[in-house]
């Protein structure tokens, strides 16, 4: 059984670029939750998606944007890329199911470096 | 709003002494409460979690973790370390039935066993 994917692993954009990051989430899971992972810092939530929708989201700009697929893979887009992003992206993936909280699978993220 | 501290940033112990990592969080409901690993070019596992009941919960590995209400506290521990304990810990909060599960994370403690 195949983990939480992200693709790339490594990526070097310059400022004013614009990206885009992968997540295949773990099998039977159907939500998909982005974290942005400065260097020294832990992981601040992005946003969660659920059925295509954006469920909730994290203090980003609206320069972060996602996407949620119907296989529930995920695209996390970010615009007019400022040093201030790089960091680790990670993916984290979840079954939505109906307890209060429902255990996320870590990926193993993206670097992105801006430049 | 809620958030984590974390108030050890590096840590650096000698095999087999023992381990305890301060976490406090901020929160006036209820919560869930977790602890995760990310062992060096390894991705975030979780290493314990406290949803309810019993204030001491244990976790893979050894460590156990626990919660003191009125200190809002979840304090990691393990009686003795080993060389392969060495990585990063982040202590994570939930709020209970939210919309959502995301996560709110601690900045991290990084722990160094040299042996």
């Known amino acids: 059984d195949a983990g939480v994917t992200q693709s790339p692993t490594h990526l070097i954009k310059t400022r004013g670029q614009q990206v885009t990051l992968r997540c295949s989430p773990k099998?039977?899971?159907?939500?998909v939750s982005w974290y942005q992972q400065a260097l020294g810092q832990g992981p601040q939530f992005i946003f969660q998606?659920?059925?295509?929708?954006?469920?909730q989201r994290g203090n980003f700009p609206d320069r972060f944007s996602g996407h949620q697929f119907p296989n529930y893979s995920s695209e996390l887009n970010v615009n007019a890329l400022l040093l201030g992003d790089s960091a680790l992206y990670l993916c984290a993936s979840s079954f939505a199911g109906f307890s209060s909280y429902n255990e996320q699978f870590f990926g193993p993220g993206t670097r992105l470096t801006v430049l | 709003a809620q958030s984590v501290s974390q108030h050890n940033h590096h840590v650096i112990l000698s095999e087999a002494a023992s381990l305890e990592l301060g976490c406090n969080y901020s929160?006036?409901?209820?919560?869930?409460l977790f602890w995760y690993v990310q062992y060096p070019g390894q991705h975030l596992q979780l290493l314990l979690k406290y949803f309810s009941g019993d204030p001491l919960v244990k976790g893979i590995k050894g460590f156990e973790a626990e919660f003191i209400k009125s200190k809002f506290s979840f304090n990691l521990r393990k009686p003795s370390v080993q060389w392969s304990d060495t990585a990063e810990y982040f202590c994570?909060?939930?709020?209970?039935?939210?919309?959502?599960?995301?996560?709110?994370f601690g900045t991290g403690t990084l722990l160094a066993v040299q042996p």
């Open positions: 099998s039977g899971h159907d939500t």
């Open positions: 994570a909060v939930n709020a209970y039935g939210g919309a959502t599960n995301k996560l709110i």
């Open positions: 998606y659920y059925e295509e929708e954006e469920r």
């Open positions: 929160y006036g409901g209820t919560v869930n």
